[in-house]
Every structure is written in structure tokens, then in C-alpha cells.
């Protein structure tokens, strides 16, 4: 009985390993994935940045938005009452709908991470301002991601309240503002 299980067990474990013909096969197949992704990453983190700049300046042609830069940070500026009425947190139907026109462009620049920040004009108590100023900076975020499928670890959402910007107060506003995640 023992030889008769010493003989039966290596045909049994040969018979489960794959066979080399299996393990040739499998190997040419992740040889394309990690050149597909050397092929991605050619781009320079500027030229990156400067098509998604491109992208979002053309959508906000025309509007009381625009996009700035410095080095390959982007911040598209949305402020006064054209995203939100005095004393609301709720975009206005222009500016929700320009939030809904950028947010493709975020969505396909996967290498980029999205900061929304948002800001108050200062009138009121700082614990108001602040907790405005999240609520705005929420509510953009908000329509971003259900406008295109935008990945909850790429968008950072924070309020500054009544922060300053030089010596005047932000004017309900929020920016977003676009950093690149890979540099080379």
C-alpha cells in the first residue's frame, strides 16, 4: 500500500503544478502591460499639465471663471456671487453647470490631484465663515463627482473660511486647485 501511494502521489502533484508550456505562455503577457505604462509616463509632468490647462481654459472661455499657473500647480478660481448667492452654499445654476462641464477633464487627467477650497467674504463670526466656507467647498466637490466618475482619493475638500488673500477677504469663493501626482 505504501508503494502504491509513493508511486500515485507524484503523478498527483505533477498533474496539478502548470506545465511549462503554461508558464511560457503567462510571461510574454505582462511584458506589454509594463510597457504600456513606460509609454504613459513619457510625458513630462509640464506638457501634462499644460493640455489640462488647455482643456479647462477652453471651457471657461467666456466665463466669469478662469484658470490660473505657477510652475504646474493650476487653480481655477471661482468667486463672487456667479458660483453663490450672499449667504448660500449652493452653487448657482451657472456655476453648477460649468462644474459640470470641467469635471470630464478632471476625471480623464488621473495623475492629478483635485484640492477644492473653499472661502467666505468675512462678514459674520469666524466659526460662521468657517463652516460656510466647508459647505461651499463640499458642495463643488459634490457636483464634480457626480458629474464624472472622479475617484474620492484624487479630490481633497476643505474650507479657509474668511482667509485672506493679500489684504483683501476671498469673496465667496472656492477654488480648485490642480496638482500633478507624479513628477519626472
Known amino acids: 500500500m505504501k508503494r502504491f501511494a509513493l508511486l500515485i502521489l507524484p503523478a498527483v502533484l505533477s498533474a496539478c503544478a502548470p506545465s511549462v508550456v503554461e508558464k511560457k505562455e503567462t510571461l510574454p503577457a505582462a511584458v506589454p502591460v509594463v510597457q504600456t505604462v513606460k509609454k504613459h509616463t513619457k510625458k513630462t509632468t509640464a506638457a501634462y499639465m499644460t493640455d ?9 472661455n467666456g466665463s466669469a471663471f478662469f484658470v490660473t499657473r505657477y510652475n504646474n ?42 484640492s477644492v477650497i473653499g472661502h467666505t467674504d468675512g462678514m459674520g463670526k469666524p466659526s460662521t465663515n468657517q463652516l460656510m466656507s466647508e459647505k461651499r467647498a463640499e458642495a463643488v466637490a459634490s457636483i464634480l463627482k457626480k458629474s464624472a466618475k472622479i475617484a474620492a482619493v484624487r479630490l481633497w475638500v476643505e474650507g479657509h473660511g474668511n482667509e485672506k488673500d493679500g489684504n483683501q477677504p476671498r469673496n465667496n469663493g472656492v477654488d480648485i486647485i490642480l496638482t500633478p501626482t507624479f513628477v519626472q
Open 73 to 114: 500647480i493650476l487653480t481655477i478660481t471661482f468667486s463672487g456671487n456667479a458660483i453663490f448667492a450672499e449667504n448660500s452654499y449652493h452653487p448657482t445654476p451657472q456655476a453648477a453647470e460649468i462644474l459640470k462641464k470641467i469635471a470630464p477633464v478632471l476625471s480623464a487627467y488621473t495623475k492629478t490631484r483635485i
Open 52 to 60: 489640462q490647462e488647455k482643456e479647462l481654459k477652453q471651457i471657461l
